[in-house]
C-alpha cells in the first residue's frame, strides 16, 4: 500500500438551526481553506469524492449543488456516495492506492435542522417490515442500550439523540512526497477498513460490535497505543461498547473534540471523526490515534481509520 | 490504472414493468446470484459489495445499502453505496473495479438497481427543493431543450431520432431481458405515438423499469482462476474513467459537454484508442432519448463535430453496421435507471467475452477490437465509461 496522509481538514462552525445556507455555502468556504492550507491549486487534486444524504433536505441530486461551487472546471474526476464522507474518503484513499495520483479533495456535508430525523432516519429501515412502523434512530439507539444495560454495562437505557444539526467538513489527502511537502506533519494512514453487519438487529449480539472489532482487527489498532479516539457516538451507550470493541484502554481518551454529541451534520460527522483525530497529529499533541465512523441502526456499520506522526519514539507519547 | 482488472461473471434480471415477485432485496439478490454463478462463485468468495442506485426517493427507501447487506450476502464485509445521479451504474462498476485496481481486494460484487414501480420517477426529480423552484418537468422536459439546440446546429433531419427508436427497439428483440419488445416497430408507429417534449415522441424515450444488474470483478489472479474453472472467459478492463462538470456554469457547453470528451479521452489514452469507430467493435451507450445517440456519436469522437446523425441515417449504427450501439436495444429498450448505467457496462463486457447470446456482435469477441461501456447523468454533466477487451491489455 501507498503511504498515505490527511494533509488538511477544516469544517464549519456547526449550527443548531437553520440558517439559511445551502450545502454549496457550508462546503465552499471550506474547499478554499484545505487548499489554502495545502498550497495546492484545484488542478492539482487528483480525485474528488463527496458523502450526503437527499432526504436531509428532500430533494434528490443534494451533491450536484454542491459540485458546482467546488470549481469542477475543467471537468474533474469525481464520484459520490450516498453515505457518511467517512466512507467518500476510504474510496478516495483506494483511488490513489493506483499509483497515478497524488491528492483527493473528500468533503461531506448535511443539513440536519431542516428535516424530520425519526422519519428520516426510519426510511433508512428494512422498508416493507421496519421502517412502516416508523421506529425513528432514538427508539433503536434504546434497543441497544438496553441490551447493554441488561449485560451489566454501566449506560442509561434511555438516550438521547444531540441536536440536529446543519454543516459540513472537507479533508485534503495527499501520497508520500506531496504529503510530506505539502504538510508539515502528515497524519499517515496506517490503517483504514470498513465492514458491515445484518440489518436485522435480531440477528446480532447488541451488546459487542461484531462489525467495528473486525475493521479494528484489519486496520491494525492493537498494534500499538491510541493516545486519542474520535469515535462516532452519537449516543452515550456507545462509548462503552466501541471501546470494547476497538480494543481501547482507559489511557485513550475519548472524543477530546467534543465528539457527535456536541455536533452532528449528518453525513460529515463521521469524516470529522478522521479530520479531528488527524488534527492531534498535525499539531504535535499525538503520535497515533484513531477514527471511527458509523452508519444504520444500532452501529450496523463501522469505518475504522489509524492515522501516525511520521516517527513514533517514546519521547513523542504523552 | 493500477493493478489488471477484469469482469469474470454478469447477472441480469428480466426487465419488467413492475416485479411485483420480489422485493428490492429479492431483486438485488437475483442479479447476484446470476453474476456468482457465471463466476462460478458463491458469497463466500466475494471481499466486498458495492451497490450502485440513483435518488433513494425513486424508491423512499434512504440509504438501501444498510437494508439490502443481508441480502447481497455483505455482512462481514465492506460494503459501499454510489450516487452519482443517472451514470451511477456505471460510476458503481468503476469503484469496485477500482478496489482491484487499487489492489486493496481480489473478488468485488457490484450491483446496480432500481425498482421503479415502488414510487414515481418523474414525481421524485421534480420535488421542490428548500432552496430552488421545481420546473416539475422530469428527465424528459429537462433535455428536450438539449436536443433542440444539437438538431439546430448540426442540421440533422427530423428523422434520426425516430431511426434510432427504431433500430434500439428491432435490437430487443434479440434480448432476453429486454423490457420493451415492439415486433412490428417502424418509423410510421414511432412517428403516430404522441409528442412528449418536443421533439422526443413517446416511443423515442425510454421506459421505466423494475432491475438489477451484478458483476464479479476480479484480479488478474482471481480472473485466469474463473476462466480455467468456468470455461466463460473473462473481459479485462482496458480503460476506466470518471469526470464531472458543473451543471450551473455559464459557458459550458451542455449539448456537447467537456467532461464527457475529457472522460473519454481519458478511457482512449489508457486503452491505446486513437479511432473509436474503428478500434470498438460494440458500444453500448447511455442513449435514454432517441436523439442522444447522434449527440454521443460526436461526443465519443465516432464521427466529427455536427456529422454523429449520418453514421444513424447510414445505418452504421444498426446491429448489421461497422460499429454496432446498444446491440442489446440500450436504455430506450430497458431503463432500471440506477442500474442503466452498469448494464451497459455488462454489455460492454458480454459482448467481448463472447457471451452476448443472440445480440453478439461477431466482431467483438475475436479479441482485436474492444468494447466501449458509458454512462452519463445529472444534467449532462456526469461521464463514467470503461473499454473492454478480451485480450489482457
Request: some cysteine; charged content about 20%; overall charge negative.
Amino acid at each position: 500500500m501507498r503511504d498515505v496522509a490527511v494533509v488538511a481538514f477544516a469544517q464549519s462552525a456547526h449550527s443548531f438551526s437553520d440558517l439559511g445556507w445551502t450545502e454549496a455555502d457550508l462546503v465552499m468556504p471550506l474547499v478554499n481553506e484545505v487548499l489554502g492550507a495545502t498550497g495546492l491549486k484545484r488542478s492539482e487534486i487528483g480525485f474528488t469524492c463527496s458523502g450526503s444524504n437527499d432526504y436531509l433536505v428532500g430533494t434528490p441530486f443534494s451533491f450536484v449543488a454542491a459540485l458546482d461551487t467546488i470549481g469542477a472546471w475543467p471537468p474533474i474526476a469525481e464520484s459520490h456516495v450516498e453515505q457518511d464522507a467517512a466512507w467518500a474518503l476510504y474510496e478516495a484513499w483506494v483511488r490513489i492506492q493506483h499509483g497515478d495520483i497524488d491528492t483527493a479533495l473528500v468533503y461531506g456535508f448535511g443539513k440536519g435542522t431542516v428535516g424530520d430525523h425519526v422519519g428520516i432516519s426510519s426510511l433508512g429501515y428494512d422498508p416493507y417490515y421496519l421502517a412502516p412502523l416508523v421506529p425513528g434512530h432514538v427508539a433503536m439507539a434504546g434497543l441497544q442500550a438496553r441490551a447493554l444495560k441488561d449485560a451489566g454495562f454501566d449506560v442509561d437505557p434511555d438516550p438521547t439523540p444531540p441536536p440536529a444539526t446543519d454543516g459540513a467538513a472537507a479533508v485534503i489527502l495527499a501520497a508520500g512526497d506531496v504529503a510530506r511537502r505539502v504538510c508539515s506533519r502528515p497524519a499517515w494512514i496506517r490503517g483504514l477498513d470498513h465492514r458491515i453487519e445484518p440489518h436485522g438487529i435480531g440477528a446480532r449480539d447488541l451488546t459487542r460490535s461484531a462489525s467495528a472489532a473486525l475493521a479494528a482487527e484489519r486496520a491494525g489498532v492493537a498494534t500499538g497505543p491510541v493516545e486519542f479516539a474520535e469515535l462516532h457516538t452519537r449516543f452515550e451507550h456507545e462509548e462503552v461498547l466501541l471501546r470494547q470493541s476497538l480494543g481501547l484502554d482507559e489511557k485513550t481518551v475519548v472524543n477530546a473534540s467534543g465528539g457527535p454529541r456536541k455536533a452532528d451534520p449528518i453525513m460529515a460527522t463521521g469524516l470529522i471523526r478522521i479530520g479531528e483525530a488527524a488534527s492531534r497529529i498535525h499539531d504535535g499533541s499525538a503520535a497515533r490515534v484513531l477514527a471511527h465512523a458509523t452508519a444504520g441502526p444500532c452501529l450496523q456499520h463501522n469505518l475504522v481509520c489509524v492515522l501516525e506522526a511520521d516517527s513514533i519514539s517514546p519521547e513523542g507519547k504523552r | 490504472m493500477g493493478n489488471r482488472c477484469a469482469v469474470i461473471g454478469v447477472g441480469q434480471t428480466e426487465y419488467r414493468t413492475k416485479r411485483a415477485d420480489v422485493s428490492m432485496a429479492g431483486l438485488v439478490r437475483e442479479a447476484a446470484l446470476r453474476a456468482l454463478e457465471d463466476a462460478g462463485l458463491t458469497f463466500a468468495d466475494i471481499d466486498s459489495v458495492v451497490l450502485g442506485k440513483a435518488p433513494d426517493m425513486f424508491e423512499g427507501v434512504a440509504t438501501p445499502e444498510l437494508y439490502l447487506a443481508d441480502a447481497l450476502g455483505a455482512a462481514g464485509k465492506p460494503m459501499m453505496r454510489v450516487h452519482t445521479a443517472g451514470s451511477v451504474g456505471g460510476s458503481t462498476a468503476l469503484v469496485g473495479a477500482s478496489q482491484v485496481q487499487a489492489g486493496v481486494h481480489e473478488r468485488v460484487l457490484v450491483v446496480a438497481f432500481e425498482k421503479q414501480s415502488e414510487s414515481n420517477a418523474t414525481w421524485a426529480l421534480s420535488t421542490h427543493s428548500p432552496f430552488s423552484a421545481s420546473l416539475v418537468v422530469g428527465a424528459g422536459g429537462y433535455f428536450a431543450p438539449y436536443i433542440r439546440a444539437y438538431i439546430r446546429r448540426s442540421g440533422a433531419p427530423g428523422n434520426i431520432g425516430m431511426m434510432v427508436a427504431v433500430k434500439d427497439r428491432i435490437n430487443a428483440l434479440r434480448n432476453p431481458y429486454a423490457h420493451l419488445k415492439i415486433p412490428n416497430i417502424d418509423l410510421a408507429m414511432v412517428e403516430e405515438s404522441m409528442m412528449l417534449w418536443d421533439p422526443i415522441r413517446y416511443l423515442e424515450t425510454c421506459p421505466s423499469s423494475d432491475g438489477a444488474v451484478a458483476m464479479v470483478l476480479a484480479s488478474e489472479r482471481a480472473a485466469e482462476a474463473a476462466h480455467a474453472a468456468t470455461g466463460r472467459p473473462p473481459a479485462w478492463v482496458h480503460g476506466a474513467a470518471m469526470r464531472s462538470e458543473p451543471m450551473g456554469m455559464s459557458g459550458r457547453d451542455s449539448v456537447d459537454p467537456r467532461a464527457g470528451r475529457d472522460c473519454a479521452a481519458d478511457v482512449y489514452r489508457q486503452a491505446g484508442v486513437t479511432e473509436p469507430r474503428r478500434q470498438f467493435a460494440a458500444a453500448e451507450v447511455y442513449v435514454p432519448f432517441s436523439w442522444y445517440e447522434p449527440m454521443w456519436l460526436e461526443n465519443l469522437g465516432f464521427a466529427e463535430k455536427g456529422a454523429g446523425w449520418k453514421l444513424t441515417e447510414a445505418g452504421a449504427t444498426a446491429f448489421e453496421g461497422d460499429i454496432p450501439w446498444n446491440p442489446s436495444g440500450g436504455v430506450l429498450s430497458s431503463n432500471p435507471i440506477g442500474a442503466s448505467g452498469m448494464i451497459r457496462f455488462a454489455e460492454a463486457a458480454q459482448q467481448v467475452r463472447g457471451q452476448a447470446g443472440e445480440h453478439q456482435v461477431a466482431a467483438a469477441v475475436d479479441g482485436a477490437r474492444l468494447a466501449l461501456g458509458h454512462a452519463y447523468g445529472g444534467g449532462s454533466q456526469f461521464f463514467a465509461m470503461w473499454a473492454v477487451g478480451a485480450k489482457k491489455p
